[in-house]
């Protein structure tokens, strides 16, 4: 009879001790969360700030060319500021991550953390909630909101500074010169420029010459050399076609404006990026340009993950008992080494020819296996 009267009341009081832990750790993760948040904005809005300042002066250096003047300057540099603002998103996750926890490590509110029975994991969790996030949100923002406003940016940076009137979109542009009207689909590195129409008209508005040719690459001056060219010549009693394999033609377009129409890889988005590779594939042209802009769309938000990892042993051991201002520059260090780094391996990449998606990935795969590595190091 004894035992029974003893052993009922410990049935109830276990079960109320797990429902109460459930509503702890959700507060714990709201409170963590919240904080790395309001950190990543922080650093977020300082990071464009100076980046856009640097972006600012370097636009400078164009003032004047055509009608490029300073209201077009700061029109672009906020344009391009979301792109920006995506570039920044490794750094910021690593640094808005270590300000967050390193304020609450300074408090003690880490170590109280810890001595409730929460482990480095648990808080390292709550940290990397708000990082998820924080990448689902990029890649939206890669994929819909950025693109348009990149490209808007360098349409009017464009019609601003081109000489002749020309219409830019993702689909190529258009220019004109006099009664001459050039259209080009793609327009690849080196000013290599890909299915070329020419309009010529005469005085009366009609039309004399159409040409079409699958490639043009500038010989000299403005001589370019087309190949694969349907010509067609208009008379008044007859259309005379032919095709040839090359044709030298006098365009009103030098190297210098071909590299102004030129819609950089970091604008266009996924899709378009993925649809723009293949075409070019098709055209026999070399896509290793944009498909590395592609991987490197794709490894960002990867990136933003690794980065927050990296900074729960950054907190948690390595720099346990460091100042919040030490924390700050070594986490800037550790980010700026990765940006560095990033855009080193991608460059050399280009050079000897490598695989885009290793090139864009290797960076990102040494930082994730070095936090990894650090975390259970720690744990």
Do not use: C
């Amino acid at each position: 009879m004894g035992t029974p009267l003893r052993g009922r009341p410990r049935q109830p009081a276990r079960r109320t001790r797990g429902r109460a832990r459930w509503p702890r750790l959700g507060t714990l993760d709201r409170y963590v969360g919240l904080s790395v948040a309001r950190s990543y904005l922080l650093v977020l809005t300082l990071l464009l700030t100076v980046f856009s300042l640097l972006a600012l002066i370097e636009e400078l250096e164009d003032l004047g060319k055509g009608r490029y003047h300073l209201a077009d300057i700061v029109t672009f540099v906020a344009l391009t500021a979301p792109r920006r603002a995506l570039d920044l998103a490794p750094v910021t996750a690593l640094l808005g991550s270590v300000v967050a926890l390193g304020g609450l490590a300074s408090a003690g509110e880490l170590v109280a953390m810890q001595a409730a029975g929460i482990s480095t994991l648990r808080v390292g969790w709550s940290a990397l909630k708000p990082g998820l996030l924080f990448m689902a949100a990029g890649l939206l923002a890669a994929e819909f909101a950025v693109p348009p406003l990149d490209q808007a940016a360098y349409v009017r940076r464009v019609q601003a500074m081109s000489a002749a009137p020309t219409m830019l979109s993702e689909q190529g542009f258009w220019s004109r010169d006099s009664r001459r009207f050039l259209r080009v689909r793609h327009v690849t590195a080196g000013g290599v420029l890909g299915r070329v129409e020419v309009y010529e008209f005469d005085d009366h508005g009609r039309l004399r010459l159409f040409l079409h040719a699958r490639r043009a690459a500038l010989a000299d001056g403005r001589r370019w050399l087309l190949t694969d060219v349907l010509e067609k010549q208009f008379g008044p009693e007859a259309t005379t076609t032919r095709r040839l394999p090359v044709l030298t033609w006098v365009s009103f377009l030098g190297r210098e404006q071909v590299d102004l129409l030129a819609l950089p890889a970091s604008s266009l988005s996924f899709s378009a990026l993925y649809r723009y590779v293949k075409v070019l594939r098709a055209g026999g042209q070399d896509p290793a340009r944009y498909e590395l802009a592609l991987w490197q769309k794709v490894s960002t938000p990867l990136a933003t993950g690794s980065m927050v990892l990296l900074a729960i042993p950054f907190v948690f051991g390595l720099l346990r008992v460091a100042s919040a201002g030490q924390r700050m520059m070594a986490g800037t260090l550790a980010g700026v080494a990765f940006h560095l780094s990033n855009q080193i391996v991608a460059r050399v990449g280009l050079l000897l020819n490598l695989n885009p998606g290793v090139t864009a990935l290797a960076p990102v795969a040494a930082v994730l296996l070095v936090a990894l590595w650090l975390v259970r190091r720690g744990s």
